[in-house]
């Protein structure tokens, strides 16, 4: 199964060191760096709830590789993935499980909010007219980033949540930003880390060290 990531050469180190280290041998993986000097400041993208310029570009940016990639892979089943994840085993027949007779499946993004359900972070695409339909109309309809664009135009296929019992993010248990806490809960099966909510790549490395060093430390 092929996996793709779009990233920035600043999160190489991040990408090299969790990502890459764990990723199952199952996939084939297709990496592109671009250079993007506004990826992940320490005082993040947002500021009076609105992101940079520089930020809501670089995300259109990745939509449009999203459609294009989509396109060049019809009749496929693929996965686009964040540069800030980490994976626990092997994962590919899950994601063929839990995908069904869907056109997506992608990463749950929290617990309460359903405009914001839906993370592209992690993202099983059946490419189908369908879901190129879906990608034609984030790039047309684009607004403030990829999240919220997918989520406003996810009606375009059918598709479902991952569960957070295999695929984690520390929002789904803090219900906020991760700042240091190293006690909060990790699901006893989980198979994917993906280091979201917090900012900054420094942020997400350490967050990155403490699921590994605690998942590891439970065999």
Not at 97 to 123: A, N
Request: proline share 4%; aromatic share 12%; hydrophobic share 35%.
């Amino acid at each position: 199964m092929k996996i793709y990531t779009f990233l920035s050469e600043a999160q190489r180190e991040m990408y090299e060191n969790y990502f890459l280290s764990s990723l199952p041998s199952e996939f084939e993986i297709y990496t592109t760096f671009h250079n993007d000097p506004y990826v992940e400041p320490t005082g993040g993208y947002y500021s009076v709830g609105f992101p940079c310029p520089e930020f809501t570009t670089r995300m259109k940016t990745k939509a449009l590789f999203m459609k294009k990639t989509c396109k060049e892979n019809l009749g496929d089943i693929i996965v686009f993935a964040d540069g800030d994840l980490q994976f626990f085993g092997p994962l590919k027949k899950t994601l063929i499980e839990e995908l069904g007779d869907l056109d997506m499946v992608c990463q749950q993004d929290d617990t309460w909010s359903v405009s914001r359900k839906l993370c592209g972070g992690l993202m099983v695409c059946r490419c189908n007219e369908k879901t190129l339909n879906l990608f034609t109309k984030m790039e047309r309809h684009f607004r403030i980033d990829d999240q919220i664009t997918l989520n406003d135009q996810k009606g375009a296929c059918k598709h479902k949540a991952l569960p957070i019992e295999k695929f984690f993010t520390v929002g789904h248990v803090l219900g906020r930003r991760w700042w240091k806490e190293v006690n909060f809960s990790i699901p006893k099966h989980i198979l994917v880390h993906h280091a979201s909510w917090t900012l900054g790549i420094e942020n997400k490395i350490k967050l990155l060290e403490i699921v590994r060093k605690r998942v590891h430390n439970r065999k």
